[in-house]
């Protein structure tokens, strides 16, 4: 099955400055990759997604890359405030299975 | 929009005692459905899926069951809750895209 790995676990940036989350999967037929943010005690919400059909997608401050050759994709946050801060977790999956894998998720703190 | 509710809120229950959550989910028809345990500070764990009325798939082996009586009804139980059984659940759906939304989850403490 697949298998996600996500680094770094903790992030602490400086407000303004960019974070970078990165993920590896093990599955070639994943296509489908999702980042969500997670506020303390709330549900995860979709953050932003890309397919593998696509290099880069980007939304506002929010960016993800796509490495289908290297199995790994990122989420880059540009100008971070501190609204930004909370636990963002990468899944992957095949869009022939019914179930995401998530990653362990990053816990990201941006000082004001 | 395609739209979870799960209830109750929170929930404190002693060890031993039964559970039940109960999710719904409108919007769509058909939907794949998931249950999710997340222990404090911790991941995503993926407990059951459901991809029909009365198909439940089990990712994990463990005291807790999962029911689909109805298309839009996904039921999360156990006969006797542990102490392990603490934790964050979401109930959460699937769209057709492979996007998952998730409901607004249940805090359980089994004291």
């Known amino acids: 099955g697949e298998n996600v790995e996500q680094h770094p676990s903790t992030l602490s940036v400086q407000e303004g400055d960019s974070a970078v989350i990165k993920c590896t999967y093990s599955?070639?037929?994943?296509?489908?990759f999702p980042w969500y943010k997670q506020e303390l005690g709330k549900r995860p919400q979709l953050i932003i997604d890309i397919r593998s059909n696509v290099g880069e997608k980007k939304d506002q401050r929010i960016a993800v890359t796509l490495n289908k050759t290297a199995k790994h994709f990122s989420l880059h946050i540009t100008e971070t405030q501190p609204e930004d801060s909370a636990v963002y977790f990468c899944a992957a999956s095949n869009s022939g299975y019914s179930t995401l894998t998530f990653g362990k998720g990053t816990m990201l703190l941006v000082s004001p | 929009s395609q739209t979870i509710h799960q209830w109750p809120a929170t929930l404190v229950q002693p060890v031993g005692s039964p559970l039940s959550l109960e999710c719904t989910v409108e919007g769509t028809s058909n939907p794949n459905l998931y249950w999710y345990r997340q222990a404090a500070g911790r991941g995503l764990q993926l407990l059951f899926y459901?991809?029909?009325?009365?198909?439940i798939s089990s990712e994990v082996p463990q005291n807790l069951s999962a029911s689909r009586p109805q298309d839009r009804q996904f039921i999360l139980s156990s006969k006797k809750l542990l102490l392990s059984d603490s934790g964050f659940y979401l109930c959460?759906?699937?769209?057709?895209?492979?996007?998952?939304?998730f409901g607004p989850g249940t805090r359980l403490t089994v004291l």
């Open positions: 459901s991809v029909g009325i009365g198909q």
């Open positions: 959460a759906g699937r769209r057709e895209d492979n996007e998952q939304f």
């Open positions: 599955d070639s037929a994943s296509n489908y």
